[in-house]
């Protein structure tokens, strides 16, 4: 099986807890690039999920359990130093990226639907609602310049990305041609936009660079399936992919060279934002299926 990005029943707790993450062989040739790889976990939480790290080492997701009051509660992590992130009053908040402006996005439910947030501090989160997706908007990624990227739900039940310019208050719907879901995940300061693109909510997906209007598409080698996460001012891209077994794995492109990132010993490695550093977020699970957060620094 493979795992859906799409959280359009909100469930990604229950799909990694299910066991969709399967040990395997990677089937690319060696890294060019070792890693470090440190385990991020929430003290006390029953799992723990790694999103962004900013170019301060600030690193930010979310976690269930332990001293958060809804289902899931955001977190920020500064030298080990933990923050629960809770948007007030309402079921989940879960925190996907980190400018390094310090501005933290993320989605979370309200009264039977979701939406995007700003977090302003202080438990305030700022609504970001697609005028186009009526009860369901998903911010996923935001640079330097405040802009955000995301996916709504239309009319059709169809996922379609959007950018959002806080400044000018204004919406611009990504959509790829020959697809009927597009999903955007990343965007950088130069505007380049990644994300996934499938006929499918819940895939096989293709990941896509978007730019000056263009989709261009792009698959792991010999992948069933790839995601493209978070886009740095190089234009590195993290992800994750399927390959032929099941397995799930993180990924690096520089160009037009891939590389997997597979956390040590785990079942499985699900790549989420890098940063400027190079450094990569995510996710692994373990070998009793446990959930933890991760940061990747290249040596």
């Known amino acids: 099986m493979t795992l859906s990005r799409t959280s359009l ?40 999920l790694g999103t962004a790290i900013d170019n301060q080492g600030e690193t ?42 310090g501005e933290i996005i993320g ?8 939406h995007g947030f700003i977090l302003q501090g202080n438990a305030s989160c700022f609504d970001i ?6 009860s369901y908007t998903d911010a996923r990624g935001v640079n330097d310049s405040g802009e955000i990227v995301g996916f709504y739900i239309d009319s059709a039940n169809n996922a379609q990305g959007f950018l959002y310019n806080g400044s000018k208050e204004t919406y611009t719907t990504i959509s790829c041609a020959g697809f009927t879901n597009t999903l955007a995940y990343g965007i950088n300061d130069a505007g380049e936009i990644v994300g996934a693109v499938g006929s499918s909510d819940t895939g096989p997906f293709s990941a896509f660079v978007y730019k ?72 692994y699970s373990d070998k009793t299926n446990a959930v933890h957060g991760f940061v990747a620094t290249p040596k």
């Open 9 to 48: 029943a909100f469930t990604l707790l229950t799909v990694l807890a299910c066991s969709q993450f399967t040990l395997g062989q990677d089937q690319t040739s060696p890294a060019a690039t070792s890693y470090k790889y440190s385990a991020v976990n929430f003290s006390g939480a029953s799992a723990t």
């Open 60 to 101: 930010v997701g979310y976690y269930t359990g332990a001293s958060c009051s809804q289902t899931d509660c955001g977190f920020s992590d500064v030298k080990g130093t933990f923050t629960p992130i809770e948007c007030a009053l309402e079921n989940e908040t879960r925190v996907y990226d980190i400018s390094n402006k």
């Open 107 to 114: 989605t979370y439910t309200y009264f039977g639907g979701v």
């Open 129 to 134: 609602v697609d005028p186009l997706g009526s």
């Open 212 to 283: 000056s209007g263009k989709c261009t598409t792009f698959s792991f080698p010999k992948a069933t399936s790839t995601t493209a996460i978070g886009v740095n001012k190089s234009g590195q891209i993290s992800g994750d992919y399927t390959d032929s077994s099941g397995v799930n794995h993180g990924f690096l492109r520089t160009g037009s060279s891939f590389q997997s990132i597979n956390y040590p010993a785990s079942n499985g490695t699900l790549g989420y934002h890098l940063n400027d550093k190079g450094q990569i977020a995510g996710i």
